[in-house]
């Protein structure tokens, strides 16, 4: 099976994660794809996040339409109130797999660029193939100059389709991904009581609108009219 990882806060999901998913399904042939919200993100750990419970039910009621699509808590919170790493996740995800099951990493390229400073991120290399959603204006030699020489083959392999291989895993480069706004720009339509329709699923925004998510009553009842 081909199975893939996407980790955020998602903070809220938005349609932008939803035709990212679709296009690395339909590319590289995904069985699965584990939407896994994290608990205490180490990137973001003083940062205010909306609750852990909020964030998955956003993402639950999102991949509902997508069979392919599976929301995990395997980042649930700790009660230490710990961070969450994703080579722990990759390493916890992996113990499930059969043996000949490829295990792959869904990111952002901005995210991907910043790969040196996650933890243990040479490890994740070696575990995981890489599909790194660009964005306009994006160069796969960017990617390249991420990996350290030492992990890429000793004959330099021609780069084909977006793809750099490297000696046990692979980075992928998805091209083409109409996903231009961020969570953030979510929250801050719901606060300027602007409109959010279209800009995330008609579910999610539902039970954003419901819970009070992001803005007050006020702003719900703009934005129900």
């Known amino acids: 099976?081909?199975?893939a990882i996407f980790g955020g806060t998602f903070d809220p999901i938005h349609t932008g994660h939803l035709a990212a998913a679709k296009a690395a399904q339909r590319r590289f042939h995904l069985d699965r794809i584990?939407?896994?919200?994290?608990?205490?993100?180490?990137?973001?750990?003083?940062?205010?996040?909306?609750?852990?419970a909020q964030r998955f039910a956003m993402v639950a009621v999102a991949c509902s339409s997508e069979p392919r699509f599976i929301p995990s808590t395997i980042e649930s919170p700790?009660?230490?109130?710990?961070?969450?790493?994703?080579?722990?996740t990759v390493r916890a995800v992996r113990r499930r797999l059969c043996q000949h099951d490829r295990l792959f990493f869904l990111v952002g390229a901005d995210a991907f660029l910043d790969?040196?400073?996650?933890?243990?991120?040479?490890?994740?290399?070696?575990?995981?193939?890489?599909?790194?959603?660009?964005?306009?204006g994006f160069d796969v030699?960017?990617?390249?100059?991420?990996?350290?020489?030492?992990?890429?083959p000793a004959r330099k392999l021609a780069k084909t389709d977006g793809t750099i291989?490297?000696?046990?895993?692979?980075?992928?480069?998805?091209r083409d991904v109409d996903a231009p706004m961020a969570s953030r720009d979510i929250r801050q339509a719901v606060r300027a009581h602007r409109a959010i329709t279209g800009l995330v699923p008609e579910l999610v925004e539902e039970y954003i609108l419901k819970a009070g998510l992001y803005g007050t009553s006020t702003a719900r009842k703009r934005l129900h009219r």
């Open 115 to 136: 790969l040196p400073h996650w933890k243990e991120f040479r490890r994740l290399l070696d575990a995981v193939e890489f599909i790194v959603v660009s964005r306009p």
């Open 1 to 3: 099976m081909n199975i």
């Open 78 to 88: 700790t009660a230490e109130g710990s961070p969450r790493y994703s080579i722990d």
């Open 165 to 174: 291989r490297l000696r046990h895993g692979a980075i992928h480069l998805l």
């Open 34 to 52: 584990l939407f896994i919200p994290t608990g205490n993100p180490p990137h973001k750990i003083h940062d205010h996040l909306t609750d852990y």
């Open 141 to 152: 030699d960017a990617l390249h100059n991420v990996a350290p020489p030492d992990l890429l």
